[in-house]
């Protein structure tokens, strides 16, 4: 089973920014960000695969940076402009390449119970 360990949540100020990291024990093919608000469903933030494909969600493309370091085995998640409604507990996850036919799926297409989650962090914004 893949160990997820996040760091790096915090409180801020709207406008500021927060760089989130994720240590893996293992680098899946999909390595993503979830956030999950109070009363509200899990949703993908961000997206990376071990091909270079990144995908965003669309509350947060042009704010929020993924990256990884396959050779650290360390999923970043380069937060800027944040908003109190970014509130949520953030989650590192994992999963295994799923094709269809013989090609990928994309990772934000895979379903949220195919991936692995840390404990998540927590990340508050102040208005």
């Known amino acids: 089973q893949v160990q997820l360990e996040e760091s790096g949540g915090g409180s801020v100020q709207a406008g500021g920014s927060l760089r989130l990291s994720c240590a893996a024990s293992?680098?899946?093919?999909?390595m993503a960000w979830f956030r999950q608000a109070p009363g509200k469903e899990r949703e993908v933030v961000a997206t990376?695969?071990?091909?270079?494909?990144?995908t965003y969600g669309d509350s947060v493309k042009d704010r929020f940076t993924i990256s990884r370091d396959n050779a650290k085995n360390t999923l970043y998640l380069q937060m800027n402009g944040l908003k109190p409604d970014d509130t949520a507990n953030y989650y590192c996850?994992?999963?295994?390449?799923?094709?269809?036919?013989?090609?990928?799926?994309?990772?934000?297409?895979?379903?949220?119970?195919?991936?692995?989650y840390g404990k998540g962090t927590l990340v508050t914004v102040a208005s």
């Open positions: 293992e680098y899946k093919y999909c």
């Open positions: 996850a994992a999963a295994s390449k799923i094709t269809l036919g013989s090609s990928p799926v994309a990772c934000a297409r895979v379903g949220s119970g195919a991936y692995y």
């Open positions: 990376a695969d071990r091909d270079g494909r990144l």
